[in-house]
Nanobody, 126 residues
Framework: QVQLLESGGGLVQAGGSLRLSCAATARTFSSYCLGWFRRAPGKEREFVAA????????LTAYSVKGRFTISRDSAKNTVYLRMNSLKPEDTAVYYCAAGGASSWRAYGNFATWDYWGQGTQVTVSS
């Protein structure tokens, strides 16, 4: 099965940037897509962005559109989330997820994703 390891979280001031990484480790990497979710304090987990491995097609949540960019490095089996113009409301634990075609089709529903990382904390100060 796929194991996911997130890194890159930390404390940043509003307007700053961070790049999160998610490394997928497996003998054979066969996930259809990788994505990012986040859980802010007192809120439900929400979709952030996803990328389809085969054609690098991407999906981005409206709340982060124009600020966050998802990308991948196929040689490293790694997906990135570049976060610019960070806002205090972006403060959350960010989770990497891997899934199949059903995950891509229902990307906003975290229950459709198959594998999850442990999460990395992003804190944006005012």
């Amino acid at each position: 099965q796929v194991q996911l390891l997130e890194s890159g979280g930390g404390l940043v001031q509003a307007g700053g940037s961070l790049r999160l990484s998610c490394a997928a480790t497996a003998r054979t990497f066969s996930s259809y897509c990788l994505g990012w979710f986040r859980r802010a304090p007192g809120k439900e987990r929400e979709f952030v962005a996803a990328i389809r491995w085969s054609d690098i097609n991407t999906l981005t949540a409206y709340s982060v559109k124009g600020r966050f960019t998802i990308s991948r490095d196929s040689a490293k089996n790694t997906v990135y989330l570049r976060m610019n113009s960070l806002k205090p409301e972006d403060t959350a634990v960010y989770y990497c997820a891997a899934g199949g075609a059903s995950s891509w089709r229902a990307y906003g529903n975290f229950a459709t994703w198959d594998y999850w990382g442990q999460g990395t904390q992003v804190t944006v100060s005012s």
